[in-house]
């Protein structure tokens, strides 16, 4: 018996009591309103026949890789998706992750040193946060997309900066805004991280490519688990830094990678985006129908992350209750999560969802706000 293990119990009821204890259930059947699938690739038929056709042309890609890159897991799949995404996005070259968070762990342990400063938005993902303490460089926070508390925070620093921003936010479905974050970057000689997790398939291959940012950016994190339906991360660079992470960052040479299905699945994503380009227009046409019914949202009007502030936990949870018996897949989000006095409904929105599903939802939303 672990001697402490009262003190895990102890905190597990305190979260019980408080209706927010966490636990692992069935996925649900529903009207999806919470996946982050927003062009339904994860459950496209068409996609998964060109994945079949793959496997029985080379069933070897779902081998298992045996080690991580450095020792036996490296494969021509692998490194032919990495050339064929850095071009894709304009960069000089690309590393792949097993995992988002594994790639922001790599990037924020590494790349920063004992005397550097990360300055991250106060809504970053909370792998920077956690990769944050594995660095030896300390870490401030700017108010969230504000520019101007970042500036002020820029000139009273003496070392190197980097600045850590999301492209799209994915608790308060809001916009950075990047073009003037990258202006202060360039000013006080900063590197600028940016965290497109949300932001990719969404609006094109990104927001940094969409505004033609590739030169003025150090490190572009591209995550295949929302709109692209698959897993896995990228991180985009110039080839120094991404040789300086093969070298240096422990989360990459520490970790087996994935095997070379999930690799030809990230590649053969990007072509079927290519061959399917009316999906996107599709899902920013369910957004303004939602934007239309005027349920009040901090999200931005092109984000398919909507945002309901509900701070009454009680009330957001017979919300949640009352759209889930009308079959309604949502996701409520309490403290510490969020702060206190900023729980909410998660709404995300996909290219699938139906005009009267959407309406209806957000009917029951307006009975309880």
């Not at 059947?29 to 496997?55: H, P, T, V, W």
């Not at 304009?90 to 550097?116: E, V, W």
């Not at 999906?279 to 999200?299: A, G, H, T």
């Amino acid at each position: 018996m672990l001697k402490n293990i009262n003190r895990f119990e102890e905190a597990l009821h305190k979260r019980k009591q408080e209706g927010i204890l966490r636990t692992l259930k069935p996925k649900a059947e529903g009207i999806d309103f919470y996946s982050n699938d927003y062009l339904g690739l994860a459950q496209s038929k068409d996609l998964q026949r060109i994945m079949l056709e793959k496997i029985h042309e080379s069933p070897q890609l779902l081998s298992g890789s045996t080690g991580s890159r450095l020792i036996s897991g490296n494969s021509r799949v692998a490194e032919s998706a990495e050339i064929f995404i850095a071009e894709k996005h304009r960069f000089r070259a690309a590393l792949l992750f097993p995992s988002g968070y594994t790639a922001n762990l790599a990037l924020f342990s590494t790349l920063p040193a004992r005397h550097d400063t990360i300055i991250v938005d106060e809504q970053i993902h909370r792998s920077v946060h956690d990769a944050c303490k594995m660095s030896n460089a300390r870490k401030l926070k700017f108010r969230h997309n504000d520019p101007g508390h970042l500036e002020r925070i820029l000139k009273k620093q003496e070392g190197h900066c980097y600045i850590a921003v999301e492209s799209l936010y994915s608790m308060e479905g809001d916009l950075a805004p990047l073009k003037e974050i990258t202006e202060l970057a360039k000013k006080y000689e900063a590197s600028l991280i940016v965290d497109e997790a949300h932001a990719f398939g969404v609006f094109g291959h990104g927001l940094v490519n969409k505004y033609g940012l590739e030169d003025q950016v150090t490190a572009n994190v591209i995550t295949y688990g929302k709109a692209l339906g698959a897993h896995g991360a990228v991180i985009l660079c110039h080839d120094s830094i991404k040789s300086y992470l093969v070298n240096f960052a422990s989360p990459f040479i520490y970790t087996t990678s994935a095997q070379d299905f999930q690799w030809m699945r990230i590649k053969e994503g990007y072509n079927f985006l290519e061959n399917h380009q009316d999906l996107p227009p599709q899902l920013q046409e369910n957004i303004k129908i939602f934007r239309n019914q005027r349920v009040e949202s901090p999200s931005s009007e092109t984000s398919p992350i909507q945002a309901i502030i509900i701070a009454d936990n009680e009330k957001l949870k017979s919300l949640q209750k009352a759209l889930s018996g009308e079959g309604f897949l949502t996701y409520a989000i309490y403290s510490p999560t969020v702060k206190e006095g900023t729980e909410r409904l998660r709404i995300c929105l996909h290219h699938f969802n139906t005009e009267p599903e959407i309406i209806r939802l957000t009917e029951i939303i307006r009975d309880f706000i």
